[in-house]
C-alpha cells in the first residue's frame, strides 16, 4: 500500500484533490491573466470533474474575500505604523497590493475551496 500524497504539498502545487496528481489550471502562471479563470473541466490523471455542480467555485469567493480582508489588514498595520502613511498614500498602498495579489488569492481560493469539499481516494479505490 503506497503512502498517502500530501495535501499541503497538493495544495501548494495547486493539484486536484481527489488523485492529488493531475494540475487543476489549464495554465499553471497565474500572471498571465488571459488564462486566469481557465481550469480543467476534468482532472488529466483521473478524470474527476472539477466543477462537480454548478457555480461550484462561487463559495471560494468568501475565502478569497478573507485573503483580502487579512492583506487589507497587514498592508494597513505596515504601512501605517512601519512608514508613517496616511490618508490618500495608505489607501494606495492597500489597493496596489490587493491588484498585485489578486491572481494568487483568486487561485489558492479556488485550490482551497476544492480541497474542502473533494477527498482524496487512492488508487485502489479510483475504479
Known sequence: MEKEPSMLK???????????EG???KE???????HIFDMNDNCPVCG???????SFFYGAM????????????ATFIITF??????????????FAVLL???PF????SRVLWSHMFIGYKSKEFKK
Do not use: H, M
Not at 497538493?10 to 492529488?20: D, L, M, T, V
Open 10 to 20: 497538493s495544495i501548494a502545487e495547486q493539484k486536484c484533490p481527489n488523485c492529488r
Open 62 to 73: 468568501y475565502i478569497n474575500y478573507a485573503f483580502g480582508v487579512a492583506q487589507a489588514v
Open 28 to 34: 499553471k502562471n497565474p500572471l498571465k491573466l488571459k
Open 81 to 94: 505604523f512601519g512608514f508613517g502613511l496616511r490618508g490618500g498614500e495608505l489607501v494606495l498602498a492597500i
Open 48 to 54: 474527476l470533474k472539477q466543477e462537480i455542480e454548478p
Open 100 to 102: 498585485l495579489t489578486f
Open 23 to 25: 494540475d487543476l489550471f
Open 105 to 108: 488569492s483568486l487561485r489558492w
